[in-house]
């Protein structure tokens, strides 16, 4: 008898010993699955931040309440990520991104109906819930099925989606606006992330390398300290907080720099900057397959240094040379994303979901606090102060990374 029929079925599928290798069936669906995947999330969870003055407009909020349509998905996926992650180690990978995309596209196609602000927060408080099951498991699910060898290529494409979702999730309701209102233009982006949400849900193949886990409180705390106590795991946490915040701080207060002299752009114009985007979608596959070539330690610590000379380039203040200077940080950023996201599920050989959940949290908290933090470095001294900000956390990210490679 082989391997694989000596193993258990779980999923409806038959659990097989070897993991997918690059140019297989399984592979390729694989990475469509979770290419879509990627597309469906972050096409749901920024959706709204195109419509931001139209919220303001239509139920009479100042702007900071308006923004709360963003900031209420992305903090509580944040906070549901780990949570999310307990959860598939009890039911399954696939059975919590399948649930996951689901209820999160049902009810982005209701929420356009809100009759008031507070319905719409929180229907997009609950979106962000049901978003979180989608980045707490995926990458865990790819480590688990996807040889180690290829790991990277596979996770270069789920992070390829990720960029793509976001740009869209930032255009379409914005190309929307122009000719409806922001319900529609809200409800046009849901059904884009419903259709994505679809692709996923019927090419993701079952998990055949996944095995069920006890869920207690006790042993969800007990993984989680065993994933701290572990330096390599702690650094590439770290290393999402500091590059995560440092993306984030660059681009919250890029567009003020370009609203403003000698740049002078149009409101309109300075919205398409975030076309730079479809630089990551690029690097983060090829920084993925150039890791399983050249190494991790390598490929991470080149993309940081791309992030800060990047950086640097854009206190030229030639509006060309700033746009190639963002392509570079934007560029670097994903790649660095996709190669640490990727080392995770490698070194976590057990209960890797809550170790790529503790990897997010701390992305999305570095989105937070950084950015919070980079509008004081803002406002004390303007976008060198900000370059000044962000460039101290690329420089604490190379310290750590370069600690990697022993």
């Known amino acids: 008898m082989s391997r694989a029929t000596r193993e258990t079925q779980l999923d409806g599928a038959t659990r097989v010993a070897d993991p997918v290798e690059r140019g297989s069936r399984r592979y390729r669906a694989i990475t469509v699955a979770l290419f879509a995947a990627g597309l469906t999330t972050f096409v749901s969870m920024y959706s709204a931040q195109a419509l931001l003055p139209a919220l303001t407009d239509d139920f009479a909020v100042p702007p900071g309440v308006a923004a709360l349509a963003v900031s209420v998905t992305t903090g509580l996926v944040a906070l549901a990520i780990v949570p999310a992650s307990v959860l598939s180690e009890r039911f399954g990978r696939t059975r919590v991104m399948v649930v996951s995309a689901t209820v ?6 209701l929420a356009p109906l809100s009759p008031n602000m507070a319905v719409l927060l929180t229907a997009r408080a609950l979106q962000g819930i049901a978003l979180a099951g989608i980045p707490a498991v ?12 290829d790991l990277g290529s596979a996770m270069g494409r789920y992070i390829a989606g990720t960029t793509i979702g976001g740009l869209l999730g930032r255009l379409v309701p914005a190309a929307v606006l122009d000719v409806a209102s922001w319900r529609w233009a809200m409800e046009v982006a849901a059904l884009t992330a419903l259709a994505l949400a679809v692709v996923m849900t019927r090419t993701l193949p079952a998990s055949h390398r996944f095995r069920p886990q006890r869920v207690h ?9 065993a994933h701290v106590r572990e330096p390599a795991l702690c650094t590439l946490f770290a290393l999402g907080f500091l ?5 984030v701080s660059a681009y919250n207060f890029l567009g003020f720099r370009l609203l403003a002299a000698p740049f002078s752009l149009p409101a309109a114009a300075v919205g398409l900057v975030f076309l730079l985007y479809l630089a990551g979608t690029w690097t983060s596959t090829a920084a993925g397959s150039a890791a399983d070539r050249f190494g991790r330690p390598r490929v991470l610590l080149g993309a940081i240094v791309v992030m800060a000379v990047g950086l640097m380039v854009t206190l030229i203040p ?13 560029g670097g950023f994903f790649a660095a994303h996709a190669v640490a996201s990727g080392w995770v599920g490698l070194l976590a050989t057990e209960h890797r979901a809550e170790a790529s959940s503790m990897y997010l949290f701390a992305y999305y908290l570095g989105s937070s606090i950084a950015g919070a933090c980079a509008g004081l470095a803002y406002a004390a001294g303007g976008w060198p102060a900000t370059v000044v900000f962000v460039g101290a956390l690329l420089v604490a990210a190379a310290a750590s990374a370069a600690t990697l490679r022993r």
């Open 217 to 225: 409180p006790r042993i969800v705390v007990a993984n989680i300290a």
């Open 318 to 330: 030639v509006l060309p040379v700033v746009l190639v200077g963002m392509l570079l940080f934007t």
């Open 243 to 247: 590059l995560m915040g440092g993306f």
């Open 138 to 149: 995926a990458m865990a699910y790819l480590a688990e099925e996807v040889h180690g060898r």
């Open 104 to 109: 999160s596209s049902v009810v982005g196609v």
